[in-house]
């Protein structure tokens, strides 16, 4: 199976060291990318015969694409998760370190609402055993 004309012509004005090739055994297309430095031969005998065919051209394993999938959304794809064309490995990890502190506030700010919520309900629970006054929220009073 041969992958479309148009769309090896724009993967490799992308990226010249990029390919697409069929696999067979998984029934997709492969990207891969050839390897500039080094091989990884502690694959080569994988049972995998794809990883066996990558490993001794000089490839990785960039993504598994759907047999009717090679369009420009690949393309995209690829950019949005290059990490030099979004600045290098500094400026994805100081996104990534802002990402995971914004998360963690927030989850610590959930958490403590959380267990605000559930002191003022025991509080209430023990107030109501003991006969005392309670919160009652303005519709059941009417």
Request: hydrophobic share 40%.
């Amino acid at each position: 199976m041969n992958p479309n004309p148009a769309f090896v012509r724009k993967l490799r004005a992308y990226d010249p060291d990029l390919r697409v090739i069929w696999s067979a055994h998984k029934e997709c297309w492969l990207i891969e990318r050839r390897i500039r430095r080094g091989r990884p031969l502690a694959y080569a005998d994988s049972p995998d015969p794809d990883v066996v065919r990558r490993v001794r051209d000089g490839y990785i394993h960039v993504g598994n694409v759907p047999p009717r999938g090679l369009d420009e959304l690949v393309l995209l794809n690829l950019w949005k998760q290059d990490m030099w064309q979004q600045g290098g490995a500094k400026v994805v990890n100081a996104v990534l370190d802002d990402y995971w502190e914004t998360k963690d506030r927030k989850d610590d700010r959930n958490q403590r609402d959380d267990l605000k919520q559930v002191a003022a309900d025991v509080w209430d629970r023990i107030a109501w055993l003991r006969r005392g006054r309670i919160s009652v929220p303005e519709a059941i009073h009417a």
